[in-house]
C-alpha cells in the first residue's frame, strides 16, 4: 500500500513538474533572395538554411525553412505557422530578405513584388504585424528576428502618390504590445545591414554562435550578438531588440540539468519524494506527500511547508480585501468627479475634432496648391524644351547648310569661320524675340503676375506685369523688354508670387477667387465684407402733401363756430361779459343833431 502511494505520489508530482519544464518549441524560417523585378541577393537563402539548422539541433520540436516565397506563399507560411503556435510555449520566425518602411510601418517583401509606386507597398507586401500576430498564440516567448535591414533598391525607384510620404531608411522602430515578446534587427532603426562578403551575413554568423548556449537569457545573448556585428563590421552596424521580457531568465535552449551521483542515504525515497513536493510548491503535493509519509524528519519539514502556504493564502486573502476596499474608495471617488470629467472631456474631444477637422482641410487644401504648383512648373519646362529643341535643330540646319556652301567655295578661311559657328557657346540659345517674349508670360502666369494669355506680344500689361514681379519678389529687372535673366529668375519661384487681387463683392479663396454671400438682412459694404442693411424711413408722397393742403385750407374758411368772446361791456348800470354768441357793436344814439357814439350788445 505505501509503494502505491508513493507510486501515486511520483506520478502526480512529475505531471506537475514535467509538464513546466518540457517545453514545446516551434520555428519558422523565411529566406527571400531571387527576387524578380531587383537583383538577387546572395545571403538570405544561405542565412535562412544556417539558421534553420541550428534551430533543429538546438531540440526544436519543429522547424519549417522556406525559400524564396512569394506572396501568397508567405501569407500561407504564417497562416499555418500560427496554427502550430497555438499549443507551444517558445515560437520564432526568422525572415532574412528585402524589407521597406512606409509612414512608420514595415513590411516584408516576398520574391514576386514589383512595387512600382508607394501604393503597391500595400497590396504586393506583408505587414511584419502579420509575423507577430503568427507567434503571439505562444505562451511563454515570442520571437521574430529580422535580417531585414538591407540597402532596399524598390525605394530608390518607387515613384510617389504624395509628394510628401515617407519612405524611410531600414526599418522603423516597433514597440510589441503583447508581454514576452522581442524583435530583433539585424540593424538599428534607420539604418541599413551589411549582406556580409562570405557565405553569411554578419548577423546571421552571430546568431548562430549565441543563441543555442544552453541557460544564456536571450537578453545577454543578443547583447553578444551585437559586440560581435560591431566588431566585424567596423562599428558600422549595430543590431537592436525591441519589446521586454520578465524578471526571470529566458532562453532559446533550456540549461542543461546538473549531474547528481547516486544516494546511500536510508530516507532517499522520502527525500526524492520531497524535492518533488518542494519543486510543485502547492498545498496538493504537501499534503500527498504527508498521506505516504505521516511520521519522520521530512514529515515535519513539510508540515512547516504547509504552514507557510496557509500564512501565505492568509495574506492573498487580506491583501485582496484591503484592494477591493481602496478600489471602492476610488470608484466611489471617481463617481463624484465621473461627470465633471465627462463633461471635460466632451469639451476636449468637441475641441480635438474641431482641430482634426480644420487641419485636414488645411492639409488637403495645399496638397491641391502643390499638386498645381508642380503641374505649372512641368508645363513651363516642357515648353522651354520644346523652345530649346526647336532653336537647336534649326542652328543644326542652319550650320548644315553653312559647311555646305563652305566646302563649295573651298575657302579655308570661310571654312574656318562656318565651324566656328556651330562651336557650342555657354550664353544661352538665341531664340526670337517673340519666343522669349512667350516664355517670360507664361511664368509670370504661373506665379501670378499676369492675367492675360502669353501672345509673345509685350504689351504694357506685360510690363506692368513684371514690374508686379520686381516689387514683391524684391528684382531690379527692366520691365520694358523680356530677358533671359528676367525668365530664369521667375522660373525659380515655385509658386504665387504676386497677390491675387478679385473684383468687388469677390475674395481670394487659394487660387480662385469666389463671391461673397451674406445672410439674409446684409449686404457687401464698399469695403467687402457683409453688413446690416439699415431700416428705411416713410417718405410722403405728392398725393398726400396735396391732401394735407386742401385739408388746412378748408380749415380756415370755415366760419367760426359761436364761443364766448371773453369781451366785457359797459353802460350806466356796469360793466359785464358780453353773452354766448353775441358782440358789441358801435353806434349813435338819437337825440340831439350829431348823436353820441355807443356800445350795444348784439345778439343774432
Keep these: 500500500m505505501g509503494a502505491f502511494r508513493w507510486f501515486s505520489l511520483l506520478f502526480v508530482v512529475w505531471l506537475i513538474c514535467g509538464s513546466a519544464h518540457a517545453e514545446r518549441r516551434v520555428a519558422l524560417v523565411i529566406g ?41 506563399e508567405m501569407r500561407r507560411a504564417l497562416r499555418d505557422f500560427g496554427g502550430r503556435a497555438r499549443e507551444t510555449d517558445v515560437a520564432v520566425v526568422y525572415y532574412a530578405g528585402h524589407g521597406i518602411e512606409l509612414d512608420g510601418t514595415n513590411y516584408l517583401i516576398p520574391t514576386d513584388a514589383t512595387l512600382e509606386t508607394d501604393s503597391d507597398v500595400l497590396d504586393e507586401t506583408l505587414p511584419l504585424d502579420r509575423a507577430l500576430f503568427a507567434v503571439e498564440p505562444a505562451k511563454q516567448l515570442r520571437l521574430v528576428i529580422l535580417d531585414a535591414c538591407r540597402d532596399n533598391p524598390f525605394a530608390k525607384t518607387m515613384k510617389r502618390t504624395i509628394a510628401a510620404r515617407a519612405i524611410g531608411r531600414g526599418l522603423a522602430k516597433v514597440e510589441p504590445t503583447s508581454p514576452n515578446t522581442m524583435i530583433a534587427f539585424a540593424a538599428k532603426a534607420g539604418s541599413t545591414a551589411s549582406d556580409g562578403d562570405s557565405r553569411n551575413s554578419p548577423f546571421a554568423a552571430a546568431l548562430v554562435e549565441r543563441l543555442p548556449t544552453p541557460g544564456l537569457d536571450l537578453r545577454k545573448a543578443f547583447g553578444f550578438v551585437r559586440d560581435d556585428v560591431l566588431k566585424n563590421t567596423g562599428y558600422k552596424q549595430e543590431p537592436y531588440v525591441y519589446g521586454s521580457l520578465g524578471g526571470d531568465d529566458v532562453s532559446l535552449v533550456p540549461a542543461e540539468p546538473a549531474a547528481t551521483g547516486p544516494q546511500a542515504s536510508p530516507d532517499d525515497a522520502i527525500r526524492r519524494g520531497y524535492e518533488l513536493a518542494l519543486q510543485a510548491g502547492d498545498r496538493d503535493a504537501w499534503e500527498a506527500f504527508l498521506r505516504a509519509f505521516p511520521n519522520g524528519f521530512y514529515a515535519d519539514l513539510a508540515k512547516v511547508q504547509l504552514k507557510k502556504i496557509a500564512a501565505e493564502e492568509t495574506r492573498a486573502a487580506a491583501a485582496d480585501k484591503a484592494r477591493q476596499a481602496e478600489e471602492e474608495k476610488t470608484r466611489l471617488a471617481a463617481d463624484r468627479a465621473k461627470k465633471v470629467e465627462q463633461e471635460k472631456a466632451a469639451v476636449a474631444a468637441k475641441a480635438a475634432e474641431d482641430a482634426r477637422l480644420g487641419a485636414e482641410r488645411a492639409k488637403q ?52 569661320q562656318k565651324v566656328a559657328a556651330v562651336v557650342p557657346s555657354s550664353t544661352p540659345p538665341a531664340m526670337s524675340p517673340q519666343e522669349t517674349t512667350k516664355l517670360v508670360q507664361s511664368e509670370l502666369r504661373r506665379v501670378g503676375c499676369l492675367t492675360s494669355s502669353a501672345d509673345g506680344d509685350w504689351s504694357a500689361a506685360s510690363q506692368r506685369s513684371l514690374t508686379l514681379f520686381n516689387k514683391y519678389a524684391g528684382t531690379k529687372f527692366d520691365a520694358k523688354l523680356a530677358s533671359f535673366d528676367a525668365l530664369d529668375a521667375i522660373k525659380a519661384k515655385p509658386g504665387r508670387v504676386c497677390p491675387l487681387v478679385c473684383d468687388h463683392g469677390f475674395r481670394a479663396d487659394g487660387d480662385a477667387c469666389v463671391k461673397i454671400t451674406c445672410r439674409a438682412g446684409y449686404r457687401v459694404n464698399d469695403d467687402n465684407e457683409c453688413e446690416k442693411l439699415q431700416d428705411k424711413k416713410p417718405v410722403a408722397t405728392r398725393d398726400e402733401a396735396i391732401k394735407r393742403d386742401e385739408q388746412r385750407k378748408r380749415t380756415e374758411t370755415a366760419p367760426a363756430k359761436p364761443q364766448a368772446s371773453g369781451q366785457m361791456i359797459c353802460n350806466g348800470a356796469g360793466c359785464r361779459p358780453v353773452g354766448k354768441g353775441c358782440r358789441i357793436a358801435s353806434g349813435y344814439s338819437p337825440g340831439n343833431g350829431s348823436g353820441i357814439l355807443i356800445q350795444r350788445e348784439v345778439c343774432d
Design 32 to 72: 527571400n533572395s531571387a527576387y524578380k523585378s531587383v537583383p538577387r541577393l546572395t545571403n538570405p537563402v544561405n542565412d535562412a538554411t544556417l539558421i534553420g539548422g541550428m534551430f533543429k539541433k538546438a531540440g526544436f520540436d519543429q522547424v519549417d525553412i522556406k525559400l524564396d516565397l512569394n506572396a501568397a
Design 365 to 416: 487644401i495645399e496638397e491641391a496648391k502643390a499638386a498645381a504648383a508642380e503641374q505649372r512648373r512641368k508645363e513651363a519646362e516642357a515648353a522651354v524644351a520644346k523652345a530649346l529643341a526647336e532653336k537647336q535643330a534649326a542652328d543644326k540646319a542652319a550650320a548644315e547648310a553653312t559647311a555646305k556652301q563652305a566646302g563649295e567655295k573651298q575657302i579655308a578661311a570661310n571654312t574656318e
